[in-house]
């Protein structure tokens, strides 16, 4: 059974930093990638950004490249997401996502909230 445990979530005021990890039971390298996606309210789960097996990253779109990296530690198996100059915006439950090999099965994390408020 594959788990997938994110922390690092909080309340955090605009223009702070949050680090979020995702700590896997699996070796990163069965995965074929690994990422974090966020769902904010009334609103679709949306891709923020993935890192795969070769260690290549990419980041969903504009409103997060260069503010969000994500990083992988593979002596501990953590998928990490730093997240910096925080927005309003950006307050979401976020979520650790990792594909299998076959790319045919997709894990969940349980989210982790951050909240972006004054």
């Known amino acids: 059974q594959v788990q997938l445990v994110e922390s690092g979530g909080g309340l955090v005021q605009p223009g702070g930093s949050l680090r979020l990890s995702c700590a896997t039971s699996?070796?990163?390298?069965?995965?074929?990638?690994m990422g974090w996606y966020r769902q904010a309210p009334g609103k679709q789960r949306e891709l923020v950004a993935t890192?795969?097996?070769?260690?290549?990253?990419?980041y969903a779109d504009s409103s997060v490249k260069g503010r969000f990296t994500i990083s992988r530690d593979v002596a501990k198996n953590v998928v990490y997401l730093q997240m910096n100059s925080l927005k309003p915006e950006d307050t979401a439950v976020y979520y650790c996502?990792?594909?299998?090999?076959?790319?045919?099965?997709?894990?969940w994390g349980q989210g982790t909230q951050v909240t972006v408020s004054s």
């Open positions: 996502n990792a594909q299998s090999q076959s790319a045919t099965i997709t894990y």
């Open positions: 699996e070796n990163i390298f069965s995965f074929l990638a």
């Open positions: 890192i795969i097996r070769g260690g290549i990253t990419q």
